[in-house]
């Protein structure tokens, strides 16, 4: 085969062609700081990319909602710490009362501390994590607990299970 100076020039402006179109490609990768810039660009990696980044968003969603699960343990932990306590001072208060040598003024005064602690365990059973109340169930909108103004009447809500 004979090599004319045609074939040289032309292999010479061929090769010339394909390093300015490399030299654009590295150009954009460099300005965009990206190695893909389009999926035809390189296919397996812009999958792996959009995989990776599916991938990433799910774990950043697992980690909020581990934060609030443990914000809402936390609650949950120290409101029956907290009701644990009242409910011991009831029963303190209940066999102190049960004993005939006190006065009538001093258990008035017992009435009045398991009425405040009442008033006490009514709060702890309403309590509220991120406007949820932590202790009513899947119903985390309406308050476990309430109290009749009128009468001091005191209900709880019962959840309805659908079967």
């Known amino acids: 085969m004979r090599v004319t100076q045609s074939m040289l020039t ?9 390093s300015y179109s490399n030299l654009d490609k590295y150009s954009d990768q460099l300005s965009t700081g ?4 389009r999926p035809s660009d390189d296919p397996v990696v812009a999958m792996k990319g959009m995989n990776y980044r599916s991938q990433l968003t799910e774990v950043e969603q697992f980690q909020r909602n581990l934060g609030e699960v443990y914000n809402w343990m936390d609650n949950s932990d120290s409101a029956l710490d907290k009701a644990t306590q009242a409910l011991q001072r009831l029963r303190e208060l209940a066999v102190q ?8 003024n001093q258990r008035e005064s017992i009435a009045k501390e398991v009425d405040q602690l009442k008033e006490h365990l009514i709060d702890i059973a309403n ?8 202790f009513n169930g899947t119903d985390t909108k309406n308050a476990p607990v309430s109290v009749d103004s009128v009468t001091g009447v005191v209900t709880a809500a019962v959840a309805q299970v659908k079967f």
Do not use: C, D, F
């Open 10 to 18: 032309n292999n010479m402006l061929k090769n010339l062609s394909r």
């Open 127 to 134: 309590t509220k994590v991120n406007n949820k109340y932590i």
């Open 97 to 104: 009362a049960s004993n005939g040598t006190y006065e009538e």
């Open 34 to 37: 990206k190695k893909v810039n």
